[in-house]
């Protein structure tokens, strides 16, 4: 299952470690801006905008990655991937900057397109680079550090949003990336040394043209549907309509293109398919808990957004944890039961927060958020791992941006469909100010997650059974 690593892709073995803090600290970055907006809101839409568009600054930041990470992923494996991510934190830098300074909320909500243009090469980059300069033993520990950084940044998020709406500087959300992503890109610029195998891909642009109307008309649709016009109304009709009839043409597009920009191909191997399901759902609930949580605890109970971060940053504790021991387990046990074990944890505390939502207690969500962190620690890098060790060097960074896209776009369709959850709800109750139709449509929501973690779990029943003795190449 595993496969020979080529270590003259990155110059000398002892330049592996400063490589290694760079992707990770490019990796926090963009795990942050995912969710540090969620404590946030109430400042940015009093300054900005409406309650009403707030989910939009989250789904297109997602949306924008999903799209483009299976773009930058074919070019990875043509001109290899140090431009590639360095172009991703060249574009998450100028992202940040404009998010800066934006003047409205629609300005705001383009400069995140920005940032995600930015994400979508830093991402599916950080873990390739991983596969291609670190054995499958070695990456065991790697990835958990790997993993460890996109939970904690992930959820720390929220609380670091927290102290910047407390202190009436939400601006600081981005501007604070500035020096980071100057220290990542030099970092990169002067240790990193990649040795390519050389080949000419034609890029699938209308394939890439393609998912990404796709996806735009369908979280179009769910976000605005029910909000800004009726469910069964025409434009509506004419988003969700447009979305499937795109994502058709994209699939009959990717079975005909030389090189497609996702390589429908590859699911037809049973691992890449579930192992990309999970991923698909891991994104889904990290969204679900981290973005919504947050606004659940001060509209209903109005703690301060520092403590309503807090409270959700217990899955930093939780998914560390998991991720800095996941190695030794999949070693031991192989990737399908580690994996398994990580979605029925995952599950059992996404049904105990849907049933316990209609009493709002932040002790007690924080309890919830360190299980379902350690679940998803047990669950998110071992899947990956099992594909990349799947596949030769040039099917790596397609496979790994496959992964990547499945956790972008979960996230990106998770949060259009809480969002509509959460909206439907809202506009049949007293409002977004009233404390009980806060509390309603998060019970709504959370449920919704449950579905989510045991839809994730049948996924991972279906990983092929793998043998514990080919994991040491």
């Known amino acids: 299952m595993s496969t020979p690593i080529d270590r003259a892709s990155v110059g000398l073995r002892s330049e592996r470690g400063p490589v290694l803090a760079a992707l990770m600290l490019s990796t926090g970055l963009i795990a942050i801006d995912a969710t540090i907006l969620a404590t946030a809101v109430p400042s940015i839409v009093r300054d900005l905008g409406s309650y009403q568009q707030f989910p939009w600054l989250f789904s297109v930041y997602l949306l924008a990655q999903a799209v483009s990470v299976p773009i930058y992923s074919r070019f990875a494996d043509t001109v290899g991937r140090k431009p590639i991510i360095l172009l991703g934190i060249a574009l998450f830098l100028l992202g940040s900057i404009l998010c800066?300074?934006?003047?409205?909320?629609?300005a705001l909500i383009a400069f995140r397109v920005v940032q995600g243009l930015g994400a979508g090469a830093v991402a599916p980059m950080s873990m390739t680079i991983v596969g291609d300069i670190y054995t499958v033993a070695e990456r065991a520990k790697v990835q958990g550090y790997i993993a460890s950084v996109w939970a904690v940044s992930s959820v720390v998020g929220p609380a670091l949003g927290g102290v910047f709406a407390q202190l009436d500087a939400w601006r600081w959300i981005f501007l604070i990336n500035i020096p980071l992503c100057l220290l990542a890109a030099w970092v990169l610029l002067r240790r990193y040394t990649e040795q390519k195998q050389t080949q000419r891909h034609r890029i699938d642009y209308l394939?890439?043209?393609?998912?990404?109307?796709?996806?735009?008309?369908?979280?179009?649709?769910?976000?605005?549907?029910?909000?800004?016009?009726e469910w069964l109304s025409a434009p509506s009709a004419l988003c969700f309509g447009a979305g499937i009839?795109?994502?058709?043409?994209?699939?009959?597009?990717?079975?005909?293109?030389?090189?497609?920009?996702?390589?429908?191909?590859?699911?037809?191997?049973r691992l890449i398919l579930t192992t990309t399901l999970v991923s698909l759902g891991v994104g889904a609930l990290m969204i679900g808990v981290t973005s919504f949580a947050p606004t659940y605890l001060e509209g209903s109970l109005g703690i301060v957004p520092l403590l309503s971060g807090l409270a959700v940053a217990a899955l930093t504790?939780?998914?560390p944890i998991?991720?800095?021991?996941?190695?030794?387990?999949?070693?031991?046990?192989?990737?399908?039961?580690?994996?398994?074990?990580?979605?029925?944890?995952?599950?059992?505390?996404?049904?105990?927060?849907?049933?316990?939502?209609?009493?709002?207690?932040?002790?007690?969500?924080?309890?919830i958020a360190f299980v379902l962190g350690f679940g998803l620690g047990w669950s998110a890098a071992p899947t990956l791992i099992a594909a990349q060790s799947s596949v030769e060097w040039g099917e790596r960074g397609a496979v790994t941006g496959m992964n990547a896209f499945a956790r972008s776009a979960g996230s990106a369709v998770g949060v259009a469909v809480f969002g509509a959850i959460s909206n439907a709800i809202i506009s049949q109750g007293a409002g977004p100010d009233d404390p009980g139709t806060i509390v309603h449509a998060s019970v709504g929501v959370f449920i919704a997650v449950a579905v989510t973690a045991l839809l994730t779990l049948l996924a991972a029943s279906f990983m092929p059974r793998d043998r514990v003795e080919s994991y040491s190449g």
């Open 322 to 367: 998991a991720a800095a021991n996941v190695g030794r387990l999949y070693l031991r046990i192989g990737f399908r039961r580690t994996t398994l074990i990580g979605m029925s944890i995952a599950s059992v505390a996404a049904i105990v927060l849907a049933s316990v939502a209609s009493w709002p207690n932040p002790y007690v969500l924080a309890v």
């Open 207 to 229: 394939g890439a043209v393609l998912l990404t109307v796709g996806l735009t008309g369908v979280i179009l649709g769910l976000l605005e549907g029910g909000n800004a016009w």
């Open 317 to 319: 504790l939780g998914w």
């Open 100 to 106: 800066g300074l934006a003047w409205s909320m629609p």
């Open 245 to 269: 009839a795109a994502l058709v043409l994209f699939a009959l597009v990717e079975r005909r293109a030389p090189e497609p920009i996702v390589d429908l191909r590859l699911v037809s191997r």
